[in-house]
């Protein structure tokens, strides 16, 4: 089952994201700011982090990074309601695999999460699999565009 990190200093936010992501099959933990998110991913290793770009303290930028540092495969998926292009161009060049825009749209949300879990399946997995995800994040990023 998919581990997923939810990051998000508003706690109704991390509270509905965290009830989506367990009904739609994907074991999510919840923090509340970076050094949080950086002590959970320690342990439980999270194939995906959902990170807030606004927080208190450590911000998502700076949390992005560090979580970097533990792990390159980690899929980060940045979110915000107040990031501008610039800020969106910075978190990807970072590594993050994408930037969603609050108020959350959680059928792109499932979709792009789909179309990396088959990504990374596929990376271990047949040449089906792979043209799968191949459809799935060709789907995914032509809404987002």
Same mark, same amino acid.
């Given at each position: ?5 939810? !990051?998000d200093?508003e706690e109704a936010?991390?509270? !509905?994201? !965290?009830e989506?992501? =367990?009904?739609? @099959? *994907? ?20 194939q !995906? ?6 927080m208190?303290?450590m911000?998502g930028i ?9 792990? #390159?495969?980690?899929?980060?998926i940045?979110? #915000?309601?107040?990031a501008d292009?610039r800020?969106a161009l ?7 695999y ?9 059928? *792109?949300?499932?979709?792009?999460l ?7 399946e596929?990376?271990q997995?047949?040449d #089906?699999?792979?043209?799968a995800?191949?459809? =799935?994040t060709g #789907?995914?990023r032509?809404?987002? @565009?």
């Amino acid at each position: 089952m998919t581990r997923i990190l939810v !990051v998000d200093d508003e706690e109704a936010i991390r509270e !509905v994201l !965290v009830e989506f992501l =367990a009904r739609h @099959g *994907y074991t999510a933990e919840a923090a509340g700011d970076g050094p949080a998110a950086l002590a959970l991913a320690r342990g439980l290793k999270p194939q !995906v982090v959902l990170l807030d770009v606004a927080m208190p303290g450590m911000d998502g930028i700076e949390t992005l990074q560090r979580l970097r540092e533990l792990s #390159s495969e980690m899929v980060i998926i940045m979110i #915000s309601g107040h990031a501008d292009d610039r800020m969106a161009l910075r978190a990807l060049d970072l590594g993050a695999y994408d930037f969603i825009q609050k108020p959350l749209d959680f059928e *792109y949300l499932e979709r792009t999460l789909l179309a990396k879990m088959v990504t990374l399946e596929a990376d271990q997995g047949s040449d #089906s699999t792979r043209e799968a995800a191949h459809a =799935a994040t060709g #789907s995914a990023r032509r809404r987002r @565009g």
